[in-house]
């Protein structure tokens, strides 16, 4: 098991920055990548960032390249989401996910944190 804990949501006006932390507990030894998701109201929910646990290797979602940064401290087993240059568009709640060694996909997810942006 792996258990994750977002936290770092807020309210910031649009051109501000945000960052979010995801702290994870239990088996993390066994994780092979983390990524954060977020879900806007009324829209499904998409991948935004990702990031290979041992080797550190990024990806990103075209919506938040260039604004949005993936990183992750492993002695801490926490991983970053640093936003900046914030939209009304990215007003979501964000959760962060852990992809397990063995698994197909992401497997395990945190309670998600909001972030508004306000137009």
């Known amino acids: 098991q792996v258990q994750l804990v977002e936290s770092g949501g807020g309210l910031v006006q649009a051109g501000g920055s945000l960052r979010l932390s995801c702290a994870a507990s239990g088996r993390t030894f066994s994780v092979y990548r983390m990524g954060w998701f977020r879900q806007a109201p009324g829209k499904g929910r998409e991948f935004v960032a990702g990031i290979y646990w041992s080797g550190g290797s990024t990806y990103y979602a075209d919506s938040v390249k260039g604004r949005f940064t993936i990183s992750r401290e492993s002695a801490k087993n926490t991983l970053y989401l640093q936003m900046n240059s914030l939209k009304p568009e990215d007003t979501a709640i964000y959760y962060c996910?852990?992809?397990?060694?063995?698994?197909?996909?992401?497997?395990?997810w945190g309670q998600g944190t909001q972030v508004t942006v306000p137009s």
């Open positions: 996910a852990a992809h397990r060694s063995g698994s197909r996909d992401y497997d395990y």
